[in-house]
């Protein structure tokens, strides 16, 4: 595949522009009509020609928009007819029947009823939603009352009958209005209920101030049809100059959602660079969730135990919360509580025996097993676009009321056009530069295939972007030198080393411990000479003194090992939230930055991410260490609490780790300082969590080929699917040398 061009990329956006994201865009317009809905507004007749349907351009739409295989409804990302294909289609042929049109048309919806219909609900029979029981056996009885003669095989008037029980059950057991929370009240199902179980006023008592029934339209034309009330009437007529030909399942459309739907859209398909004024702009007008939206139902026993019940019904949903909450301050509890529950329920779904299921799609499935796997804060943004793009088929059905829709916006072929040139660019950007570092850098080439990779797909910098290749630069020597002091280097070639630092003056340097210090300086004088030329002499020093501390913790720590000195808590952190070299990462490129800012909250945030990196590094790593003789927080805590056990030194390692995550993000977020630097500070955190949470699998190089082919060399076009599986589960390969950073991508 040829590498797409920027100009390519320019024109795909104004176009996307002009058709989804302007503002002169009907954004109702993009949710699919509802077959089913459009059939009832087809059915009522006309005031004043009662052998002609009121409203013609639904009959009409029902003749033009027959799918090739016979029906009316959607399909799932195979082209496939869903269940709620059988719904429509019978309403469809109900509203034909009525006006005694569409004659080929009927013929081929009973020849998909009569084929298909037994394999449909055989494959979907165990867990068949509320809504398909209601509608399904009330299209029969109306089809059959219009003297259409349904054919039933054997094994299919078994399915039948049991779902004609079910609804018998569901109507002896509930009221037509009731307060519950679960699903939608029997009421809105009005078009599928027997006459003799409600009367007109009961009907008129409900209706919305639009006139609406519960917003249906399906519902709202048989209350028409009932009751005449003139109310009922414009609604429908509202409906119709908004949407002349084929009707949405719900009316009004929430276009709020329908923007943060198409925002979502955007950003996982790794375009929202070019948006970023149309993303911000929608989101400062539906930005108004509180955290009560989320977490009304940890208040109602009974709506858990529904929901843990019947967990299915609310995969979509639990998926929601379980996105909504990746993000968390302290003293957020109750929004963790809905973490923790969305997780149960989405865990609960993984775990089942089945891989169908008619609520969610075998893509959407995927994606929700690899964010389970790979929780927001420890992944790879540029690998979780491509990602979504080859999971992302066709866009999600949503479940309205008595069928599926989609939004077109989000199937846009220009927008996935655009997503997978953006990808292919940015692909052979990061292997042109991955090419030039290797051969700039000189050494270390394992490690800076691994380190580069991991910055370019974690941070998805601008195109052109110079801090991509500074930030690599100092995860290289940072991993390059803490190999030397851990592992390679004697005591003395570490003395000399670290003395030559901390004059920062390489006379007398030989060897490895030259080929580092030379590597530094020449990287610590090209930022200082890149920033504005004022600052260049006063920048210098600040930068040496960064990367100075680092060196110098290296040897203490080194110090340590050979003389077998136990630290307390706080005098091992004091040092090791520095040996871990996150500062020297994230601030060598932002250096110029940090002069014309506010250092008190740049201290705060630093020091919060050096504290996550250590500790994070420790709670997977004290095993290995305690072999090698080091010393390691959880260790120490066990050293001074010898009645508990090493599960508990864990854990209490990990609520800190908790607590120091949250205050981190909150500054990331909420404090008032240059995006692009609390950008980077994130980057590096999520970095390093996705690292440390991998059992410290950096060690195996084989097991992140497929995620470095994926994010560098291998075109999209030859996509493979994309796994969910930890990369604990594959077979341990050829060990490289440790890499202390959170550099490490799953697939």
């Known amino acids: 595949m040829e590498r797409p061009s920027l100009l390519s990329i320019q024109t795909l956006v104004s176009e996307i522009k002009k058709e989804i994201f302007s503002d002169h865009i009907n954004f109702g317009a993009f949710v699919t009509p509802s077959a089913y809905d459009t059939a009832w507004l087809a059915m009522i007749p006309d005031h004043k020609n009662k052998n002609g349907p009121m409203f013609g351009n639904c009959l009409d739409w029902i003749v033009e928009n ?407 630069k100092a995860g290289i020597i940072v991993v390059v030198a803490d190999d030397f002091y851990d592992m390679e280097g004697s005591l003395t070639e570490l003395e000399v080393l670290t003395n030559a630092v901390r004059r920062w003056d390489g006379k007398g340097l030989e060897g490895h411990g030259k080929t580092i210090f030379d590597a530094l300086d020449n990287f610590v004088n090209d930022i200082a000479t890149k920033c504005h030329p004022q600052q260049g002499t006063n920048i210098l020093p600040k930068l040496q003194n960064i990367w100075r501390e680092t060196f110098m913790s290296w040897m203490v720590e080194k110090n340590w090992s050979q003389t077998g000195y136990i630290p307390s808590m706080d005098e091992y952190l004091q040092i090791g939230t520095t040996s871990v070299g996150a500062h020297d990462i994230v601030l060598s490129p932002m250096i110029c930055q940090i002069e014309t800012q506010n250092l008190v909250e740049y201290q705060n945030i630093t020091k919060l991410l050096m504290s996550i990196a250590r500790l994070a590094n420790d709670t997977q790593s004290y095993q290995k260490e305690e072999a090698d003789g080091k010393v390691n927080l959880v260790l120490l805590h066990l050293k001074e609490n010898p009645n508990m056990s090493i599960e508990d030194s864990i854990t209490y390692v990990r609520e800190i780790l908790e607590v120091k995550r949250k205050e981190f993000l909150k500054h990331v977020f909420m404090d008032d300082m240059s995006e692009s630097y609390k950008s980077i500070h994130l980057f590096c955190m999520r970095a390093f969590e996705m690292f440390y949470t991998s059992e410290n699998l950096f060690d195996r190089e084989n097991a992140f080929l497929d995620a470095i082919n994926k994010a560098i060399y291998l075109p999209i076009h030859h996509k493979k699917p994309f796994l969910a599986s930890n990369p604990s589960e594959k077979k341990k390969t050829k060990e490289i040398s440790k890499i202390p950073l959170g550099f490490i991508q799953y697939t």
């Open 66 to 472: 027959q799918k090739e295989g016979g029906f009316w409804g959607e399909t799932n990302e195979e082209g496939l007819p869903t269940i709620d294909a059988l719904t429509s289609t019978l309403a469809c042929l109900l509203a034909l029947m009525t006006w005694n049109a569409g004659h080929p048309n009927i013929q081929r919806g009973l020849a998909f009823i009569h084929s298909k219909a037994e394999i449909l609900l055989k494959i979907n029979s165990e867990n068949l939603p509320r809504w398909f029981i209601l509608t399904f056996p009330a299209m029969i009885e109306f089809v059959e009352a219009a003297g259409l003669d349904l054919i039933y095989p054997h094994g299919l008037s078994e399915i039948v009958a049991a779902i004609f029980n079910k609804r018998q059950q569901i109507l002896q057991t509930e009221e037509l209005v009731n307060k519950s929370q679960y699903y939608p009240p029997l009421i809105s199902y009005l078009e599928t209920l027997p006459s003799s179980t409600y009367h007109n006023h009961l009907i008129e008592k409900h209706l919305s101030c639009d006139g609406s029934l519960f917003q249906s339209p399906s519902a709202t034309a048989r209350a028409f049809m009932i009751t005449g009330n003139v109310k009922c009437l414009k609604y429908l007529q509202s409906l119709l100059h908004t949407f002349p030909d084929g009707v949405p399942a719900k009316y009004p459309v929430d276009e709020e959602l329908i923007k943060l739907c198409m925002v979502d859209q955007v950003q996982r398909l790794g375009v929202a660079e070019h948006f970023n004024q149309e993303i911000e702009k929608i989101l400062a007008q539906v930005y108004r969730l509180v955290y009560r939206s989320l977490c009304w139902f940890l208040h109602e026993a009974d709506v858990l135990v529904y929901m843990e019940e019947n967990y299915e019904q609310f995969i979509s949903a639990m998926y929601s919360v379980y996105r909504a909450t990746d993000l968390l301050y302290p003293g957020e509890n109750e929004l963790e509580k809905a973490r923790t529950f969305a997780i149960k329920i989405l865990e609960k779904f993984n775990n089942r025996n089945s891989d169908h299921n008619i609520l969610i799609s075998k893509g959407l499935h995927n994606v929700i097993k690899y964010e389970l796997n790979f929780e927001w804060i420890a992944r790879m943004d540029h690998l979780y676009h491509r990602m979504w793009i080859e999971e992302n088929k066709s866009s999600p059905l949503w479940t309205a009321k008595a069928s599926y829709y989609r939004l077109s916006c989000l199937d846009d072929k220009n927008l996935k056009q655009l997503a997978v040139e953006n990808f292919e660019f940015r692909r052979s950007i990061y292997a042109q530069e991955l090419a030039e570092l290797k051969s700039e850098m000189g050494f270390g080439r394992e490690k800076t295939t691994l380190i580069y990779f991991a910055t370019a797909a974690g941070t998805c910098l601008p195109y052109n972007s110079t801090t991509r290749l500074e930030i690599a």
